[in-house]
Structure formats: structure tokens, C-alpha cells
């Protein structure tokens, strides 16, 4: 799809008009992502993140890359629909959701993404804090 059509910007606008696809794009922005953080971070069942996920790919406004079982996801490299992405997000900073989607992040990429899709958040967590090798 050419991104400078209408039909690539409608696409986008669509792709990023839902809160879970919007916020995922927010937290895609600090970088790429293993689908089971941005399942921890948007609390919805890997289904749903998945159809998220799906619906920003289709858009272009993603890119996946995967690493043995691991799938992760960071935002397209298009400049065009990298510059649309940044204008929708650009009126939301400061908004309290995103701010803690961002904590958020910040703590999933303490954890190995392996403990953190095997175990699930709690304890991954509490397996590092619980290895003084590892702990903080």
C-alpha cells in the first residue's frame, strides 16, 4: 500500500481511532515490544491484543520481528505514516492513561520477556527481585 494515498490515511486514522490501538501505538514509541508486554500493558485478553495488533499492521503503521517464539512489534519505519502517528499522539501527553502505560513499560523491560511470557507479570517480577544476581 502506498502510504501517501487517502486510502493509507484513512487506514491509519481507522487503526489508530480504537484506545487499545492508540495506546499501543503511545508505548511502541519508546520501542519495539514482545506481544506479551503490550498484553500486560493494555490488561485485554492475547486474542484481542492480537486483532489490535493485526488491524496496525494492516494499516502499515507496524513492523514485526520475530525471535525464536517471541513475536515483537515496534512502529513502522515509513516516515509518512510514522509522521501521522506522531500528530495523533502529539495533543495526548500528559494524559494520566498513557503516562502509566509508559511506568509501565519502563518496569516490563526490566523482566527477561521469557519470564515475563511464561510466568506472567507478577511473578517474573518477583522471581528478579527474588534473585539477588538479578535484583535491582
Known amino acids: 500500500m502506498n502510504p501517501s494515498t487517502v486510502e493509507s490515511a484513512v487506514a491509519a ?45 494492516l494499516a502499515g503503521l507496524t ?9 515483537h512489534v515496534g ?20 494524559d494520566a492513561q498513557l503516562i502509566e502505560d509508559a511506568e509501565l513499560v519502563a518496569e516490563l523491560r526490566e523482566l527477561p520477556v521469557e519470564d515475563l511470557c511464561r510466568l506472567g507479570y507478577e511473578k517474573a517480577r518477583i522471581k528478579i527481585e527474588s534473585n539477588p544476581v538479578t535484583a535491582r
Open 63 to 71: 513492523e514485526e520481528r520475530k525471535e525464536g517464539r517471541w513475536v
Open 75 to 94: 512502529l513502522t519505519r515509513n516516515p509518512d505514516l510514522l509522521a501521522l502517528v506522531t500528530a495523533t499522539l502529539a495533543p495526548l501527553e500528559g
Open 13 to 57: 486514522a481507522r487503526a489508530l481511532g480504537h484506545p487499545a490501538r492508540l495506546r499501543t501505538a503511545a508505548v511502541l514509541r519508546s520501542g519495539e515490544l514482545c506481544v506479551c508486554q503490550i498484553t500486560e500493558v493494555l490488561k485485554l485478553a492475547p486474542s484481542t491484543v492480537s486483532a489490535h495488533l493485526r488491524e496496525l499492521k
